[in-house]
């Protein structure tokens, strides 16, 4: 790369236009350069907002920390299925489990792998800042409409941490027309939460989170994929505070 006046980089094989001409059979035509692509590339991981603190994850990085659990390998191998065989995967994933199993890694994974090797069109929202956005509707600029359309249009849409935080019914209706919608049109969407079908004790289903009809739908969108075991950040926490303790 050179630089041009402005000081932006100059590509030596387009010139900064971002086509190429080449040779086939004879034949000349123009395509892309591959400056083109790796700057579309990077418009979409953007436009994807993922977290800053997820932007690193990877499937190559995601840490099966626990030998002794089958489940982080096995959501593992699910995942990267489904990143390959995408677009012809179909369904999308709901990865359920407890606090820290890495769902919103291998979630956050799976969305930039598919920006970057299969050029989707991806977008990153958690569930309960998305109730909040909706509800500040109410008194703010925007509407609803407005904060739902890009969800609706995303290629690929994760919707995180699914079921927390409680919304009024209002934006349980809102919430079932995104899900519905994606459903309809079937596109793929990737799910995360902490709440399982049949939990134990108190704790309440997905169901009792987000409605049976909004969990009826989720059984044909996606790929149900269950992590167990205990929280991978507070077992860390503990293993290097005592590693460090004097």
Known sequence: MTETASGTAECPDCGGTGWVLEEKDGVEAVRHCRCFEERHRRLLLETAQIPERYAHCEMENFELWDRDNPTLGRALRIVQEFVDLYPATGKGLLLMGPVGTGKTHLAAAA????????GARGRFVDFTSLV???????DGPGTAREILAPLLAADVLVL????????TPWVMDLLYYLVNSRYVQEKVTIFTTNFLDTPKGSQEAL??????RIR????EMCRRVELRGEDYRRN???????????
């Open 207 to 212: 169901a009792d989170r987000v409605s049976a």
């Open 111 to 118: 969305l930039r792998s598919l920006i970057v090797q299969k």
């Open 236 to 246: 860390r926490l503990a293993h290097r505070e005592e590693r460090h303790r004097p």
């Open 216 to 219: 009826s739908r989720l059984y």
């Open 160 to 167: 995180d941490e699914l079921g927390a935080g409680k919304a």
């Open 132 to 138: 909040l956005d909706i509800q500040m509707t109410f």
